[in-house]
């Protein structure tokens, strides 16, 4: 029997899982053990869709060969090299790459490519640039963070103070001088809404607010996912990041865009810059950009904000921030050969070929018991269910649980279903997760 095998419960017990609620888990624990494709095989040999690329992230599908490859040919060659005072040529070579494909293409200027080590270190590593690049250009009262009610930035100190999670806010203390605009979430108004939602542009006036509250000369950057993904699957309302762009733009506010899950073809474009054409001053991302399997965060800063950081004595370090694990040559390789399955398979616009497909079969379980709301941009889809009795995300578990069972993996937040297939999908498979699914809200009734 594997040392894993469920009735094995006594080797459960030493790895404290994380954002899992470990007793519950521990007494029915559901264990992957193999991944292919789009399919994983449970431990006890069943195949498994998986209709969330993982967690967002195995955008190329699972097992790809050209990867494992390049990842086990860097391992012989050169497993780990500093990051600091010490550079390696395939970091250099990764960094030009993704500046050749930066979001909102050359004019953007987004292609100073700074790495860490998974999005939240690459969120706080935004951040503290924003910060940094404030003080570098004579405006150092400029120490304020914004993020948005329902936001979801990782777990780093900064990241949960710009975030809006409220089990993130009430258990940890927070950074001083964070502060929120509403979140653009509004079944009233926008409910089943295909494309994007049509009211809530205005929220982007919360900013003129927090201007008018704590002065512009406080500011330093605002971040925000362009789509949130966490914490629902919220699309932003039309023309609400245009107006977000255009305040930032007029207070000395820098913008950046958490793209940790729409970055690297989730929406259908290879990143949600390019989907919107709003360009930020700074993009976050990860996940995708090794295709999850080595760990490894990236911001796309703009040439303005690294130039300016390059100023003052040649041999002084210009931005006192880094990971002993940076630009990582194992994690470099991973990304490189992504890179290539990304651009010989079309991927990061395959999403857009296939969104009509996958938003009229999301949008075809409208009317089912406790639906209350599909929401569909790209190749993701949130669908809310109504809560059962107060008892919030019991309903959504439930049907995870079911769905798992019969051969599906989906993501729960709150009551809110969140599907992220990987780029790869094909039709027959996105009816499999439709039947699926639509079986287990029946069921749930
Ligand atoms: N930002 C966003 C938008 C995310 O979705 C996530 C992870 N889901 C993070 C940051 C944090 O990434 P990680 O878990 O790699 O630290």
């Known amino acids: 029997m594997s040392p894993l095998h469920p009735a094995n419960t006594s080797s459960l017990d030493s790895y404290w899982m994380p954002f899992t ?58 497993d780990y090299a500093p990051s600091f005072q010490m550079g390696h040529p395939i970091a250099f070579d990764f960094a030009a790459r993704l500046a050749a494909m930066s979001p909102g293409g050359p004019e953007a200027g987004l292609d100073r490519i700074f790495f860490a080590g998974s999005g939240s270190e690459a969120v706080d590593s935004a951040l503290k640039i924003a910060v940094a690049y404030q003080r570098a250009i004579g405006q150092g009262t400029r ?103 255009d305040i930032c733009t007029r207070h000395g506010i820098l913008l950046i865009f958490d793209e940790v899950i729409t970055g690297f073809g989730r929406l259908g474009s290879p990143f949600a810059v390019d989907h919107f054409g709003v360009v930020p001053d700074m993009v976050t991302t990860a996940k995708g950009l090794t295709n999850g399997c080595v760990p490894m965060g990236a911001v796309f800063a703009s040439r303005k904000i690294h130039d300016a950081l390059m100023q003052g004595p040649e041999a002084q370090i210009e931005l006192f921030h880094g990971y002993t694990y940076s630009g990582h040559p194992v994690a470099c390789a991973a990304g490189l050969a992504t890179l290539d399955i990304y651009r010989q398979e079309g991927l990061l616009t395959r999403g857009a070929d296939i969104a009509p497909k996958w938003r009229d079969a999301m949008h075809s379980l409208a009317g089912l018991p406790h639906v209350i709301d599909i929401r569909t941009i790209g190749l993701v889809a949130g669908i809310e269910l109504a809560s059962r009795d107060g008892a919030i995300g019991a309903r959504a578990h439930d049907l995870f649980v079911d769905c798992f069972e019969r051969g599906l993996l989906i993501r729960v937040t709150g009551d809110i279903i969140a599907l992220s297939p990987p780029l790869i999908i094909e039709p027959d498979q996105i009816d499999q997760i439709v039947t699926t699914l639509a079986d287990g809200l029946k069921r749930l009734a």
């Open 21 to 78: 609620a470990n007793r519950q888990f521990k007494a029915a624990p559901r264990l992957l053990s193999a991944a292919k494709g789009i399919y994983y095989t449970s431990i006890d040999e069943r195949e498994i869709l998986d209709g969330t690329s993982g967690l967002w992230c195995v955008n190329a599908g699972h097992g790809r060969a050209a990867i494992a490859d390049a990842v086990s040919r860097q391992l012989q060659v050169m």
């Open 143 to 245: 120490t304020r963070l914004i993020g948005r009610e329902r936001g979801y930035h990782g777990v780093g100190f900064g990241g949960i103070s710009v975030g809006g999670l409220v089990n993130n806010r009430r258990v940890f203390p927070q950074l001083p001088g964070t502060d929120h605009l509403r979140h653009t979430h509004d079944l009233a108004r926008n409910a089943f809404s295909k494309g994007l939602p049509e009211h809530g542009a205005e929220l982007a006036d919360d900013l003129e607010r927090l201007v008018g509250l704590h002065g512009a000369e406080t500011i330093a950057a605002v971040i925000v996912e362009p789509v949130a993904g966490s914490t629902g699957v919220l699309p932003p309302p039309r023309g609400y990041l245009e107006r977000l762009r």
